[in-house]
């Protein structure tokens, strides 16, 4: 098992900036990858990035590309999306979770967080 946790949420006006953070524990050998979803409300999950833990790789979808960066620290466990130039259409839940291989496919992850809310006022 895999124990993942998201934090750094909130409210923040368009144009601003949050770093989220999702620290794992358990058996986090077992993960390969770590990606960052999101989802707002009605809405399927949606696939944002990427990054393979051994190399630091990333992959972005496009809709953040240049606006979102994906980083990790192994040493604390823990993987980072900052999130800059935010839009009132970033609103929504963001979750992590992690792969045993690189995927952008929400069926190849197999352990989430409770996800944490991100809210982009106009």
């Known amino acids: 098992q895999v124990q993942l946790v998201e934090s750094g949420g909130g409210l923040v006006q368009a144009g601003g900036s949050l770093r989220l953070s999702c620290a794992a524990s358990g058996r986090t050998f077992r993960s390969f990858a770590m990606g960052w979803f999101r989802q707002a409300p009605g809405k399927s999950r949606d696939f944002l990035a990427v990054?393979?833990?051994?190399?630091?790789?990333?992959h972005y979808h496009d809709s953040v590309m240049g606006r979102f960066s994906i980083s990790r620290d192994n040493a604390k466990s823990t993987v980072y999306l900052q999130m800059n130039s935010l839009k009132p259409d970033d609103t929504a839940v963001y979750y992590c979770?992690?792969?045993?291989?690189?995927?952008?496919?929400?069926?190849?992850?197999?352990?989430w967080g409770q996800g944490t809310q991100v809210t982009v006022s106009s």
């Open positions: 979770a992690s792969a045993p291989k690189f995927s952008r496919s929400i069926q190849d992850y197999q352990y």
């Open positions: 990054i393979i833990l051994s190399t630091g790789s990333t």
